[in-house]
């Protein structure tokens, strides 16, 4: 038996919404006593956490662990505010990777450019005439590709247009913009990756969570490669941090059975409704304001349908990503017609939609009387705000309803989708109780009647994640016989200022009673 005393801590309880200082005793990763005395024991190991404040450990409803560790090997993008800093950043990278045969990059964001629109390829194949590059927009649903990625690819201005996807053509021309589901065309060509790669891109991510005080990660959407990978890693005692996956669509068709392990489970499956509403693919009922265009609905009703009953007859949750008002309804539509025509509705399905950015009135009634959970990412508001009103207009009034869903008594949950935004929790806190950019505009907030509570806001990193991923009685908050997954900060968030969130620094992390992380 592994026995742990952590002492001089102060404990947050989520549900009192209070402090007090005490010491913890964990045995075999579990809490085991609160407010013991056992310093003097020699068999027990003491750490001294000099006062710091313990949480509940963070968890991310939503993160995508292999991207993010794949990213910190190529161009990054997010900080380019044109086309030429674009192209400046890919120079630098090839000066010191002069042996690439190939360009992977990502994080761009054409809404932080001059212009605003997305950009054409012609000044990237100007400068890389012989060398592919390929480069995803920040929310990975659109894809810059140089006329030598597309020639590569034999996409022409005639290649016909996967489902679910665009081809974007200006006079006729290719821009050099994959959308979505046509986004395949081009990665049908790119090298693949192997499971060493998918393991050590695993093991990054993993040290950069577990360095933003994350205890666990919902990996939303792994393939058949990536499960491969997670098994070495848990054969090889190298997973640290928990995982609680969710199956691509692709591999839940291949017949996925559910996997569970001490720090790894997988149960769910992660499906795609719509695209983004920055690359103009989020799935709306009306036109996009000044834009010919709906969106793109990648799965509809009768699709969903099938799904449904798919995942519910294996006993699997089913987690969906949905942005637009359109996606958004037809999910609400097909998981109703399921329960009408079979017993599901007595199913302990805890149906999640993932974003929910996007939700007519009449529809959140229906996601509560449904026991639909939200999964959102307070971080998105705060990027997307300026943004989301030029694509909407009046609509904007349908978006980030996150006191709305909650005074409906929706659950939500809370997360980052990372590398998409920061996979700091204490970001999405303060993006959820400001709704403010980190200079503090707009001043009050961005339409602050949805603004949360520090309480709601921690809630939907903790004890809330644990509902949506069926661990509520054994984690959530710190009590007896709970998972010891803990975040320990410098302060006590509870009695700061909200404009002040941000300035808590995360001291230690400890999976399953063991300090994974340390900075004290």
């Keep these: 038996m592994t026995t742990i005393l952590y002492s001089n801590v102060n404990i947050i309880d989520i549900d009192k919404f209070e402090s007090y200082e005490t010491n913890l005793l964990v045995e075999d990763g579990v809490v085991a006593d609160i407010g013991c005395n056992k310093i003097c024991d020699k068999n027990i190991n003491v750490i001294d956490c000099s006062n710091l404040f313990m949480l509940p450990g963070f968890v991310d409803s939503h993160g995508h662990m292999t991207h993010l560790g794949k990213n910190q090997y190529e161009v990054d993008l997010r900080d380019c505010k044109s086309e030429f800093e674009v192209v400046k950043k890919i120079k630098n990278f090839l000066e010191l990777n002069s042996n690439l045969f190939w360009i992977n990059g990502g994080g761009w964001n054409q809404e932080t450019f001059e212009t605003k629109s997305l950009p054409d390829n012609e000044y990237l194949s100007i400068n890389f005439p012989d060398i592919p590059i390929i480069l995803s927009r920040i929310d990975g649903h659109a894809t810059w590709c140089n006329k030598k990625a597309l020639d590569m690819a034999n996409i022409q201005e005639y290649t016909p247009v996967p489902d679910g996807g665009e081809i974007l053509k200006e006079d006729g021309l290719l821009t050099g913009i994959l959308v979505d589901k046509a986004q395949q065309l081009i990665r049908n060509i790119i090298p693949k990756d192997n499971i060493d790669d998918i393991k050590n891109w695993i093991l990054k991510a993993q040290e950069i969570c577990l360095s933003k005080g994350l205890t ?152 509560s009387d449904l026991n639909i959970i939200t999964s959102v990412q307070p971080m998105h508001c705060i990027s997307d705000m300026h943004m989301a009103e030029e694509r909407l207009g009046e609509r904007i009034k349908d978006s980030y309803l996150w006191k709305t869903l909650i005074d409906n008594n929706i659950l939500l949950i809370g997360g980052s989708d990372f590398p998409v935004e920061d996979s700091s929790p204490l970001m999405g806190i303060h993006a959820a109780v400001n709704r403010t950019k980190f200079d503090d505009t707009p001043s009050g907030g961005w339409q602050p009647k949805e603004l949360l509570n520090l309480k709601e806001a921690l809630e939907m990193y903790t004890k809330n994640t644990a509902y949506g991923s069926f661990k509520e009685k054994i984690k959530g908050n710190i009590e007896i016989g709970h998972i010891a997954d803990f975040t320990l900060i410098d302060r006590n968030i509870i009695t700061l200022p909200n404009v002040d969130i941000l300035k808590c620094e995360i001291s230690a992390t400890i999976v399953n009673g063991e300090m994974v992380y340390k900075d004290f």
């Design 216 to 367: 666990e990660v919902h990996d939303a959407g792994i393939s058949s490669l990536q499960f491969d990978a997670y098994k070495e890693l848990i054969n090889e005692n190298k997973l640290k941090i928990r995982i609680y996956a969710m199956a691509n669509q692709e591999l839940f068709e291949n017949k996925v059975s559910k996997y569970k392990s001490d720090l790894f489970e997988l149960r769910s499956v992660k499906l795609v409704a719509d695209g983004a509403l920055g690359s103009n693919g989020a799935a709306l009922i009306e036109q996009y304001q000044n834009l010919e265009t709906y969106g793109i609905l990648i799965l509809d009703k009768n699709k969903l349908k099938t799904l449904f009953s798919q995942a519910f007859s294996q006993d699997f949750q089913v987690c969906i990503h949905a942005i637009g008002d359109k996606a958004n309804r037809e999910i609400v539509y097909a998981l109703r017609e399921v329960f009408e025509n079979s017993d599901y509705d007595q199913f302990d399905h805890r149906t999640r939609i993932e974003h929910a950015q996007i939700i007519k009135a009449r529809d959140i009634k229906e996601i």
